[in-house]
């Protein structure tokens, strides 16, 4: 067994830009102490005996933070799923927690660095009860944990989407057509509200706006009377219409509808009230894909930095967070407890209707 301090790092959940830059800051922040990084594949459940893991070290994680995915992979689902479906919280068996914690302390690992999103975290805090401590990194490419004002992967994903409305943009024109882009957001808009704007869209439908198509097509006529011809729409995976459901397929047990199809349903009301040809689009993990924007990075590589300052204090059961431009934490408790929504009446949708557009509300 090695003298040295010897820490552990996971991520879980789904990918996101930037996971690698939070590896490559944990990696260099803790060599640079003269500890050990062990990094744990495919999310917790390279915890379970005999151990995944690959040691870590500023030679292997070199170049990475420009890279997508993660070099550990990752899973979102497995034996340490502690939300099903929405807050719905369950405890991760003891015998799974046991063979675990077994692992770690076969491994000597003294902190465990959890990079995930509400669940994860969640997961992370059950660790924590067990005796291993822990600290938090959040990830959640929708940007909606409240305790956080900023997480690394959002701007990757929406740069995605603005260069693919600038895409469709082009062909609508020459068309004369209504195209419909559906990009991630399952509770949260903030994805299709961000890179609808960004991205020059003239209708945004977000979960948290239920729309009517009756007020859909009104907009795409409204633009037609006032003489332009094509219409950009962005529609968010979770969006409903009004006393409607979410759109996908239902995986039976796993509580979580896959979310899948709005933009077509959304598509055909268009074309069929307004006889505009209409056309639908699926942006999907194209968005979640691919290197990470300078910002997503930064952002990530000093996550990963403050995760390890975190340990070094001994701030554990703590989530690093990014509030007023400084990298600080938060309680991982507090910072699981909320989800950040779209304010239907806040700046960003205020501003978004003051240049025309609309939210297909009633
Ligand atoms: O929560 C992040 C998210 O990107 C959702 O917006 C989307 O519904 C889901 O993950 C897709 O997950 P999967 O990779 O399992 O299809």
Redesign the pocket.
């Known amino acids: 067994m090695s003298d040295k301090i010897r820490i552990g790092v996971l991520n879980s959940g789904?990918d996101c830009p930037g996971l690698n830059a939070v590896i490559h800051g944990v990696t260099g922040a803790a060599h640079q102490l003269g500890w050990e990084v062990v990094g744990f594949r495919d999310g917790f459940e390279g915890l379970l005996p005999p151990g995944n893991h690959m040691m870590l070290d500023p030679i292997k994680t070199a170049g990475i933070a420009k890279l997508g995915g993660t070099i550990l992979g990752t899973v979102?689902k497995g034996h340490f799923v502690s939300i099903i479906g929405k807050d719905n919280v369950q405890r991760v068996p003891s015998e799974i927690m046991d063979q675990a914690k077994a692992t770690l302390e076969r491994l000597d690992v003294r902190a465990l660095i959890v990079v995930g999103g509400d669940g994860s975290l969640t997961t992370a805090l059950q660790i924590q009860k067990e005796g291993i401590p822990v600290v938090g990194v959040p990830k959640?490419?929708?940007n909606d944990l409240e305790a956080t004002a900023m997480t690394f992967g959002f701007d990757s994903a929406i740069t995605a989407v603005v260069d693919a409305l600038d895409r469709l943009n082009t062909t609508a024109d020459s068309h004369k057509r209504v195209m419909v882009l559906e990009v991630?957001?399952?509770h949260a808009g903030w994805i299709a509200l961000h890179g609808g704007i960004a991205g020059g869209a003239d209708i945004i439908l977000v979960p948290e706006i239920p729309f009517t198509h009756e007020k859909v097509a009104e907009a795409v006529l409204d633009r037609e009377r006032r003489g332009y011809h094509s219409t950009l729409v962005v529609v968010a995976?979770g969006a409903c219409p009004v006393g409607g459901t979410l759109t996908g397929t239902d995986m039976g047990g796993s509580g979580q509808i896959?979310?899948k199809g709005v933009s077509d349903a959304v598509a055909y009301e268009i074309e069929a009230r307004t006889g505009k040809e209409t056309r639908s689009c699926i942006l999907g993990?194209l968005q979640?894909g691919g290197s990470p924007t300078a910002l997503d990075r930064i952002l990530g590589i000093r996550f990963g930095v403050k995760a390890v300052s975190l340990i070094k204090e001994g701030l554990f059961g703590h989530m690093v967070s990014y509030q007023s431009y400084h990298v600080g934490s938060v309680p991982i408790e507090k910072a699981v407890e909320k989800l950040r929504n779209v304010d239907p009446n806040g700046e960003l949708v205020t501003s978004a209707k003051a240049i025309g557009i609309s939210f297909g509300h009633p």
Do not use: Q
Request: glycine letters at 16%; a positive charge; charged letters at 40%.
């Open positions: 789904g979102n959640t490419i929708d991630m957001g399952r995976e896959r979310l993990h979640r």
